[in-house]
């Protein structure tokens, strides 16, 4: 559903450190007025999807939503940058909400750390030795042994990012699934990865993860020497990206599968 217009009267705006999104910030300021994140009805992000996933993560126990605006590289997750008409196209923007991924890691020192991504979850070889992992789905073990490079599991908003570039699927929002992706898969080599109810439980298990050491990622947030890694939907918690209606998530993602 997309929020009313009465309802996002009030406009945050904030900015990655690019000096062109700072200038665009204090340029919509002036137009439009700003109030402080927290008394805002809805966030304008000045930047690339690194600042917009940034955004949502900092106001996803609040569902503040973020209407992105293109001041970076690639943009994906953005709309156009146009300073005109701002209130007119927060009013009329489309709403796609996400659930994030949460991810539980064990190391092996025992230490337990709890970190939330909205793109993905990866799990990476630290040195030249490749990684050896054990694949658990709902408790039931679905791989013994892969040897990799890493793996990953994404949501449907982050399908297009990592898990695309490691030929994993793209995921339209509203499916229901995840991806669980391999990186550079050595053993066995025709296992190009799954697709998963987003419900289902996975866990990671690192095979001599002492000789052969891998660290756990949630989008950025890193955690090293990994013993265990256990992933879940978490669906307590909801974010709001506004899209232009002629450019809304679900579009992107179906040109990205025929782009050349």
């Known amino acids: 559903m997309t929020p009313s217009r009465r309802r996002l009267e009030r406009i945050a705006f904030v900015a990655s450190a690019r000096p062109e999104a700072r200038e665009a910030m204090m340029r919509m300021r002036h137009l439009y007025g700003s109030v402080k994140e927290s008394d805002a009805d809805v966030i304008v992000a000045l930047g690339g999807d690194g600042l917009m996933l940034e955004t949502l993560r900092r106001h996803m126990d609040d569902g503040i939503p973020v209407f992105g605006l293109n001041q970076g590289t690639i943009g ?23 659930h994030p991924l949460r991810m539980s890691t064990v190391q092996v020192d025992g230490q337990v750390h709890d970190h939330v991504a909205i ?15 054990r694949i658990v789905v709902d408790e039931a073990e679905r791989l013994n042994e892969i040897i990799c490079d890493g793996v990953l599991v994404a949501t449907p908003a982050g399908s297009t990012a990592y898990n695309l570039s490691a030929h994993g699927p793209i995921l339209p929002l509203g499916c229901g699934l995840l991806a669980l992706t391999p990186i550079s898969v050595f053993r066995p080599r025709r296992w190009r990865g799954a697709l998963l109810r987003r419900e289902l439980h996975v866990r990671f298990e690192v095979l001599d993860a002492d000789l052969r050491p891998v660290a756990a990622s949630a989008d950025s947030q890193e955690v090293r020497n990994v013993a265990s890694v256990s992933i879940r939907e978490d669906r307590s918690r909801s974010m709001v990206m506004l899209f232009d209606p002629d450019r809304s998530l679900d579009e992107r993602m179906l040109a990205e599968q025929f782009a050349q």
Request: proline fraction near 3%.
């Open 119 to 133: 793109n993905e979850v990866s799990l990476l070889r630290q040195t030249h030795q490749t990684a050896r992992l």
């Open 76 to 98: 994906f997750l953005m709309n156009d940058y146009r300073e005109g008409d701002l209130p007119d196209r927060i009013a009329a923007a489309k709403a796609s909400v996400i």
